[in-house]
């Protein structure tokens, strides 16, 4: 797993990049832009670069967070 270079939400840039993301959720950068590409994970495209919006990011997290207690 990968250690995250952020210690808490608050420190999060307003807009992620897909590396922020892999070190947010400790997934190595392949995978983080797997995730980026599902069509539920909150992103805006500008030319050829993946940003994505930390409030939106959160939901999200909280979202699958909600669906796994579902499951259980």
């Known amino acids: 797993m990968r250690k995250s ?6 420190e999060l840039p307003l807009m992620l990049t897909v590396e922020d993301v892999s070190h947010v959720l400790g ?3 392949t995978h983080a ?5 599902r069509r539920d994970f909150p992103t805006i495209t ?10 939106k990011f959160m939901e999200w ?3 699958q967070a909600a669906k796994k207690s579902e499951i259980l």
Not at 33 to 37: C, L
């Open 33 to 37: 832009y797997e995730v980026a590409h």
């Open 5 to 10: 270079k952020y210690n808490s939400f608050d």
């Open 27 to 29: 997934i190595g950068l």
């Open 46 to 55: 500008l030319g050829s670069r993946i940003i994505v919006p930390r409030d």
């Open 61 to 63: 997290i909280d979202e």
